[in-house]
Protein backbone atom coordinates (compact mmCIF):
# COMPACT_ATOMS: atom_id res chain seq x y z
CA UNK A 1 0.00 0.00 0.00
CA UNK A 2 2.79 2.34 0.95
CA UNK A 3 4.56 1.55 -2.41
CA UNK A 4 1.47 2.51 -4.63
CA UNK A 5 1.07 5.66 -2.55
CA UNK A 6 4.52 6.74 -3.17
CA UNK A 7 3.52 6.34 -6.59
CA UNK A 8 1.02 8.06 -7.06
CA UNK A 9 2.31 11.16 -5.48
CA UNK A 10 5.66 10.73 -7.59
CA UNK A 11 3.27 10.50 -10.66
CA UNK A 12 1.46 13.12 -9.11
CA UNK A 13 4.56 15.87 -8.91
CA UNK A 14 5.89 14.18 -12.33
CA UNK A 15 2.30 15.65 -13.98
CA UNK A 16 2.05 18.92 -12.06
CA UNK A 17 5.89 19.67 -13.02
CA UNK A 18 4.86 18.78 -16.57
CA UNK A 19 2.20 21.06 -16.47
CA UNK A 20 3.57 24.17 -15.18
CA UNK A 21 6.58 23.46 -17.97
CA UNK A 22 3.81 23.51 -20.60
CA UNK A 23 1.84 26.04 -19.19
CA UNK A 24 5.49 28.52 -18.84
CA UNK A 25 6.24 27.61 -22.65
CA UNK A 26 2.81 28.71 -23.92
CA UNK A 27 2.92 31.77 -21.59
CA UNK A 28 6.54 32.59 -23.31
CA UNK A 29 5.01 31.86 -26.90
CA UNK A 30 1.87 34.34 -25.44
CA UNK A 31 4.33 36.96 -25.00
CA UNK A 32 6.08 36.65 -28.25
CA UNK A 33 2.87 36.79 -30.23
CA UNK A 34 1.72 39.73 -28.43
CA UNK A 35 4.81 41.78 -27.15
CA UNK A 36 4.28 43.67 -30.43
CA UNK A 37 1.02 45.02 -29.35
CA UNK A 38 1.57 45.45 -25.77
CA UNK A 39 2.41 48.72 -25.77
CA UNK A 40 -0.48 49.59 -27.82
CA UNK A 41 -2.86 47.92 -26.01
CA UNK A 42 -1.34 49.79 -22.55
CA UNK A 43 -2.16 52.95 -24.63
CA UNK A 44 -5.71 51.97 -25.91
CA UNK A 45 -6.55 50.32 -22.25
CA UNK A 46 -5.64 53.66 -20.36
CA UNK A 47 -7.74 55.80 -22.61
CA UNK A 48 -10.85 53.22 -22.40
CA UNK A 49 -10.66 53.39 -18.72
CA UNK A 50 -10.68 57.33 -18.83
CA UNK A 51 -13.80 56.94 -21.15
CA UNK A 52 -15.25 54.76 -19.38
CA UNK A 53 -18.10 56.73 -17.49
CA UNK A 54 -18.66 59.45 -20.34
CA UNK A 55 -18.93 55.78 -22.63
CA UNK A 56 -21.92 55.21 -20.15
CA UNK A 57 -23.84 58.15 -20.30
CA UNK A 58 -23.54 57.71 -24.26
CA UNK A 59 -24.67 54.71 -24.15
CA UNK A 60 -27.66 55.96 -22.27
CA UNK A 61 -28.05 58.17 -24.56
CA UNK A 62 -28.64 55.85 -27.29
CA UNK A 63 -30.75 53.60 -25.18
CA UNK A 64 -28.32 50.95 -24.19
CA UNK A 65 -26.72 50.63 -27.75
CA UNK A 66 -22.91 50.03 -27.03
CA UNK A 67 -21.70 49.96 -30.25
CA UNK A 68 -22.80 53.39 -31.59
CA UNK A 69 -21.95 54.44 -28.33
CA UNK A 70 -18.28 53.14 -28.89
CA UNK A 71 -17.89 54.22 -32.26
CA UNK A 72 -19.38 57.88 -31.51
CA UNK A 73 -16.22 58.02 -29.03
CA UNK A 74 -13.22 57.13 -31.12
CA UNK A 75 -14.82 59.64 -33.57
CA UNK A 76 -14.25 62.07 -30.92
CA UNK A 77 -10.59 60.50 -29.67
CA UNK A 78 -9.72 61.43 -33.50
CA UNK A 79 -10.92 64.49 -33.33
CA UNK A 80 -9.43 65.57 -29.69
CA UNK A 81 -6.32 64.03 -29.74
CA UNK A 82 -4.93 62.44 -32.74
CA UNK A 83 -5.40 65.18 -35.12
CA UNK A 84 -3.50 68.17 -33.28
CA UNK A 85 -0.77 65.48 -32.63
CA UNK A 86 -0.81 64.48 -36.45
CA UNK A 87 -0.48 68.21 -37.67
CA UNK A 88 2.01 68.80 -35.22
CA UNK A 89 4.13 65.51 -36.55
CA UNK A 90 3.27 66.74 -40.20
CA UNK A 91 5.00 70.46 -39.74
CA UNK A 92 7.91 69.02 -37.62
CA UNK A 93 8.34 67.10 -40.89
CA UNK A 94 7.84 69.76 -43.34
CA UNK A 95 10.60 71.76 -41.24
CA UNK A 96 12.78 69.13 -41.40
CA UNK A 97 12.44 68.14 -44.82
CA UNK A 98 13.05 72.02 -45.79
CA UNK A 99 16.25 72.01 -43.58
CA UNK A 100 17.79 69.35 -45.46
CA UNK A 101 16.46 70.94 -48.74
CA UNK A 102 18.08 74.40 -47.51
CA UNK A 103 20.88 72.26 -46.85
CA UNK A 104 21.51 70.11 -49.98
CA UNK A 105 21.32 73.35 -51.96
CA UNK A 106 23.81 75.38 -50.55
CA UNK A 107 26.57 72.65 -49.77
CA UNK A 108 27.29 71.90 -53.52
CA UNK A 109 30.32 72.32 -54.88
CA UNK A 110 29.04 75.89 -56.10
CA UNK A 111 27.72 77.11 -53.02
CA UNK A 112 30.90 76.23 -50.93
CA UNK A 113 32.60 78.33 -53.72
CA UNK A 114 30.12 81.10 -53.47
CA UNK A 115 30.57 81.10 -49.26
CA UNK A 116 34.18 80.65 -49.25
CA UNK A 117 34.66 83.81 -51.33
CA UNK A 118 31.78 85.38 -49.02
CA UNK A 119 34.62 84.61 -46.33
CA UNK A 120 37.30 85.88 -47.81
CA UNK A 121 35.76 88.93 -48.60
CA UNK A 122 35.79 89.74 -44.75
CA UNK A 123 39.46 90.50 -44.77
CA UNK A 124 39.33 88.45 -41.20
CA UNK A 125 43.19 88.30 -39.94
CA UNK A 126 41.93 84.63 -38.75
CA UNK A 127 40.89 83.78 -42.03
CA UNK A 128 43.69 84.87 -43.79
CA UNK A 129 45.78 83.02 -41.21
CA UNK A 130 44.01 79.87 -41.83
CA UNK A 131 44.09 79.83 -45.86
CA UNK A 132 47.88 80.65 -45.18
CA UNK A 133 48.63 78.10 -43.24
CA UNK A 134 46.70 75.57 -44.84
CA UNK A 135 47.20 76.86 -48.29
CA UNK A 136 43.31 76.66 -48.91
CA UNK A 137 41.43 77.62 -52.16
CA UNK A 138 38.38 76.65 -53.84
CA UNK A 139 39.17 73.54 -55.48
CA UNK A 140 41.13 72.42 -52.38
CA UNK A 141 38.25 73.42 -50.13
CA UNK A 142 35.73 71.61 -52.32
CA UNK A 143 37.92 68.48 -52.59
CA UNK A 144 38.26 68.44 -49.09
CA UNK A 145 34.49 68.84 -48.37
CA UNK A 146 33.90 66.16 -51.04
CA UNK A 147 33.19 63.14 -48.97
CA UNK A 148 31.27 65.22 -46.37
CA UNK A 149 28.73 66.02 -49.36
CA UNK A 150 28.26 62.60 -50.35
CA UNK A 151 27.95 61.83 -46.82
CA UNK A 152 25.14 64.45 -46.53
CA UNK A 153 23.45 63.42 -49.58
CA UNK A 154 23.35 59.46 -48.92
CA UNK A 155 21.88 60.59 -45.14
CA UNK A 156 19.02 62.41 -46.81
CA UNK A 157 18.21 59.62 -48.86
CA UNK A 158 17.92 57.55 -45.95
CA UNK A 159 16.67 60.03 -43.63
CA UNK A 160 13.37 60.16 -45.84
CA UNK A 161 13.33 55.99 -46.34
CA UNK A 162 12.83 56.50 -42.24
CA UNK A 163 10.41 58.97 -42.48
CA UNK A 164 8.41 57.32 -44.76
CA UNK A 165 8.54 53.81 -43.42
CA UNK A 166 7.85 55.91 -39.41
CA UNK A 167 4.45 57.33 -41.34
CA UNK A 168 4.00 53.88 -42.25
CA UNK A 169 4.77 52.50 -38.73
CA UNK A 170 2.54 55.38 -37.32
CA UNK A 171 -0.32 54.96 -39.14
CA UNK A 172 -0.46 51.19 -38.53
CA UNK A 173 -0.44 51.73 -34.88
CA UNK A 174 -3.20 54.55 -34.83
CA UNK A 175 -5.41 52.64 -36.70
CA UNK A 176 -4.71 49.65 -34.23
CA UNK A 177 -4.61 51.44 -31.26
CA UNK A 178 -8.21 52.81 -32.37
CA UNK A 179 -9.58 49.23 -33.21
CA UNK A 180 -8.56 48.19 -29.57
CA UNK A 181 -9.83 51.29 -28.30
CA UNK A 182 -13.64 50.35 -29.93
CA UNK A 183 -13.90 46.98 -28.67
CA UNK A 184 -12.58 47.76 -25.13
CA UNK A 185 -14.94 50.43 -25.07
CA UNK A 186 -17.77 48.12 -26.17
CA UNK A 187 -16.52 45.09 -24.78
CA UNK A 188 -14.73 46.13 -21.38
CA UNK A 189 -17.29 45.30 -18.96
CA UNK A 190 -17.66 41.97 -19.78
CA UNK A 191 -14.03 42.00 -20.73
CA UNK A 192 -13.85 42.83 -16.35
CA UNK A 193 -16.00 40.45 -15.39
CA UNK A 194 -14.49 37.87 -16.94
CA UNK A 195 -10.96 39.02 -15.39
CA UNK A 196 -12.35 39.05 -11.93
CA UNK A 197 -13.35 35.69 -12.42
CA UNK A 198 -9.88 34.72 -12.32
CA UNK A 199 -8.48 37.50 -10.16
CA UNK A 200 -6.84 36.75 -7.20
CA UNK A 201 -8.12 40.36 -5.55
CA UNK A 202 -10.75 41.38 -3.93
CA UNK A 203 -13.45 43.27 -5.21
CA UNK A 204 -12.29 46.53 -3.07
CA UNK A 205 -8.56 45.91 -4.13
CA UNK A 206 -9.76 45.83 -8.41
CA UNK A 207 -11.48 49.10 -7.31
CA UNK A 208 -8.42 50.65 -5.39
CA UNK A 209 -6.33 49.81 -8.46
CA UNK A 210 -8.85 50.91 -11.46
CA UNK A 211 -9.47 53.88 -9.63
CA UNK A 212 -5.38 55.04 -8.69
CA UNK A 213 -5.06 54.06 -12.98
CA UNK A 214 -7.95 56.32 -13.74
CA UNK A 215 -6.42 59.59 -11.44
CA UNK A 216 -3.05 58.46 -13.43
CA UNK A 217 -4.01 58.64 -17.27
CA UNK A 218 -6.04 61.90 -16.30
CA UNK A 219 -3.35 63.25 -14.53
CA UNK A 220 -1.14 62.38 -17.55
CA UNK A 221 -3.54 63.74 -20.57
CA UNK A 222 -4.66 66.44 -18.62
CA UNK A 223 -0.84 67.80 -18.60
CA UNK A 224 -0.66 67.24 -22.18
CA UNK A 225 -3.12 70.38 -22.65
CA UNK A 226 -2.27 72.79 -19.57
CA UNK A 227 1.41 72.50 -20.08
CA UNK A 228 1.42 73.57 -23.93
CA UNK A 229 -0.86 76.15 -23.25
CA UNK A 230 1.60 77.27 -20.30
CA UNK A 231 4.86 77.07 -22.73
CA UNK A 232 3.53 79.10 -24.96
CA UNK A 233 2.02 81.82 -22.53
CA UNK A 234 5.81 82.16 -20.99
CA UNK A 235 7.21 81.28 -24.62
CA UNK A 236 5.48 84.99 -25.93
CA UNK A 237 6.91 87.25 -22.80
CA UNK A 238 9.86 85.78 -23.38
CA UNK A 239 9.90 86.36 -27.58
CA UNK A 240 8.23 90.04 -26.91
CA UNK A 241 11.00 90.75 -24.00
CA UNK A 242 13.82 89.56 -26.58
CA UNK A 243 12.58 91.30 -29.64
CA UNK A 244 11.50 88.76 -31.97
CA UNK A 245 9.05 90.14 -34.80
CA UNK A 246 5.46 88.46 -34.57
CA UNK A 247 5.38 87.10 -30.79
CA UNK A 248 1.73 85.66 -30.99
CA UNK A 249 2.66 83.63 -33.97
CA UNK A 250 5.99 82.12 -32.84
CA UNK A 251 3.73 81.21 -29.44
CA UNK A 252 0.92 79.51 -31.50
CA UNK A 253 3.96 77.72 -32.64
CA UNK A 254 5.06 76.38 -29.82
CA UNK A 255 2.10 75.31 -28.61
CA UNK A 256 1.34 73.04 -31.46
CA UNK A 257 5.45 71.62 -31.13
CA UNK A 258 5.15 71.06 -26.81
CA UNK A 259 2.22 68.62 -27.54
CA UNK A 260 5.10 66.49 -29.22
CA UNK A 261 6.49 64.43 -26.46
CA UNK A 262 10.38 64.33 -26.18
CA UNK A 263 10.63 66.89 -28.82
CA UNK A 264 8.41 69.52 -27.84
CA UNK A 265 9.24 73.49 -27.58
CA UNK A 266 12.90 73.38 -29.06
CA UNK A 267 11.65 73.07 -32.80
CA UNK A 268 10.04 76.85 -31.98
CA UNK A 269 12.56 78.82 -29.69
CA UNK A 270 15.84 77.18 -30.98
CA UNK A 271 15.04 78.20 -34.48
CA UNK A 272 13.88 81.80 -33.33
CA UNK A 273 17.21 82.16 -31.18
CA UNK A 274 19.04 81.27 -33.82
CA UNK A 275 17.21 84.10 -36.26
CA UNK A 276 17.79 86.79 -33.49
CA UNK A 277 21.33 85.75 -33.39
CA UNK A 278 21.55 86.15 -37.17
CA UNK A 279 19.73 88.87 -37.87
CA UNK A 280 19.45 90.75 -34.54
CA UNK A 281 22.31 90.88 -32.03
CA UNK A 282 24.03 87.80 -30.10
CA UNK A 283 22.78 89.24 -26.65
CA UNK A 284 19.55 88.49 -27.72
CA UNK A 285 19.93 85.34 -29.93
CA UNK A 286 21.77 83.86 -27.00
CA UNK A 287 19.29 85.47 -24.04
CA UNK A 288 16.42 83.60 -26.09
CA UNK A 289 18.54 80.80 -26.28
CA UNK A 290 18.87 80.65 -22.27
CA UNK A 291 15.36 81.51 -21.58
CA UNK A 292 14.38 79.24 -24.24
CA UNK A 293 16.38 75.75 -21.89
CA UNK A 294 15.89 77.38 -17.96
CA UNK A 295 11.79 78.68 -18.07
CA UNK A 296 10.54 77.92 -21.20
CA UNK A 297 11.43 73.85 -21.29
CA UNK A 298 11.85 74.31 -17.68
CA UNK A 299 7.86 74.12 -17.52
CA UNK A 300 7.91 70.99 -19.44
CA UNK A 301 9.78 69.41 -16.41
CA UNK A 302 7.89 71.21 -13.36
CA UNK A 303 4.25 71.10 -14.68
CA UNK A 304 4.39 67.87 -15.75
CA UNK A 305 5.17 65.92 -12.16
CA UNK A 306 3.19 68.42 -10.70
CA UNK A 307 -0.06 67.82 -12.17
CA UNK A 308 0.27 64.23 -12.36
CA UNK A 309 0.85 64.16 -8.57
CA UNK A 310 -2.00 66.40 -7.74
CA UNK A 311 -4.40 63.79 -9.83
CA UNK A 312 -3.00 60.64 -8.86
CA UNK A 313 -1.52 61.41 -5.51
CA UNK A 314 2.11 60.54 -7.25
CA UNK A 315 5.26 62.30 -5.74
CA UNK A 316 6.60 64.28 -8.52
CA UNK A 317 9.87 63.27 -8.27
CA UNK A 318 8.78 59.39 -9.16
CA UNK A 319 5.95 61.14 -11.85
CA UNK A 320 8.95 62.56 -13.73
CA UNK A 321 11.29 59.94 -13.35
CA UNK A 322 7.93 57.64 -14.83
CA UNK A 323 7.29 60.32 -17.68
CA UNK A 324 11.25 60.31 -18.84
CA UNK A 325 12.20 56.78 -18.48
CA UNK A 326 8.66 56.25 -20.62
CA UNK A 327 9.59 58.43 -23.22
CA UNK A 328 13.52 57.04 -23.17
CA UNK A 329 12.48 53.14 -23.54
CA UNK A 330 8.57 53.72 -25.35
CA UNK A 331 9.35 56.23 -27.24
CA UNK A 332 6.53 59.00 -28.12
CA UNK A 333 3.45 56.86 -26.29
CA UNK A 334 5.51 56.54 -23.12
CA UNK A 335 4.63 58.95 -21.88
CA UNK A 336 1.41 57.97 -21.24
CA UNK A 337 2.58 54.43 -20.35
CA UNK A 338 5.64 55.63 -18.06
CA UNK A 339 2.75 57.08 -15.61
CA UNK A 340 0.68 53.84 -16.35
CA UNK A 341 3.50 51.47 -14.60
CA UNK A 342 3.93 53.54 -12.10
CA UNK A 343 1.00 53.41 -10.95
CA UNK A 344 0.03 49.40 -11.45
CA UNK A 345 3.86 49.51 -9.48
CA UNK A 346 1.88 51.34 -6.07
CA UNK A 347 -0.76 49.06 -6.90
CA UNK A 348 0.78 46.39 -6.48
CA UNK A 349 2.85 47.31 -3.89
CA UNK A 350 -0.19 48.55 -1.50
CA UNK A 351 -1.81 45.10 -2.36
CA UNK A 352 1.27 43.51 -0.87
CA UNK A 353 1.24 45.30 2.26
CA UNK A 354 -1.87 44.97 2.83
CA UNK A 355 -1.25 41.20 2.64
CA UNK A 356 1.79 41.56 4.60
CA UNK A 357 -0.09 43.38 7.35
CA UNK A 358 -2.40 40.46 8.04
CA UNK A 359 -4.70 38.09 6.87
CA UNK A 360 -6.99 38.96 4.16
CA UNK A 361 -9.45 37.36 1.94
CA UNK A 362 -8.74 36.07 -1.19
CA UNK A 363 -11.47 37.13 -2.90
CA UNK A 364 -15.15 38.70 -2.02
CA UNK A 365 -17.72 36.59 -1.76
Keep these: MSDNLGFLKSRHAALLLTSI ?41 FRGNRTLASALLV ?81 ATRFFQQAALGLAQTVFQLVLFLFMLFFLLRDGKRLGEALREISPLSKQQETE ?75 QGIGLAIYGVLVISGIDNVLKPIILSGSARIHPLLGFLAILGGLLTFGVVGFLVGPVILSLLMSTMRIYRSYAAGPSPVAET
Excluded at 21 to 48: K, P, Q, Y
Excluded at 117 to 137: C, K, T, Y
Design 75 to 155: LMTVLVILLPLLAAGAIVGNQAAALLSWLQTRLTPEGIGHIWSWILESQSPLVVAIRDRFDLNEQRLIQMLSPALSALARG
Design 209 to 283: VFDHLYRTVKGALLSMVLVPVAQGCVAMIGFSFFGLPAPLFWGAALILASVIPGIGSPLVWLPASIYLLVEASKG
Design 21 to 61: LILLIILWLSVMVFRHFLVTFTVSASIAVLLGPLSDRVTAW
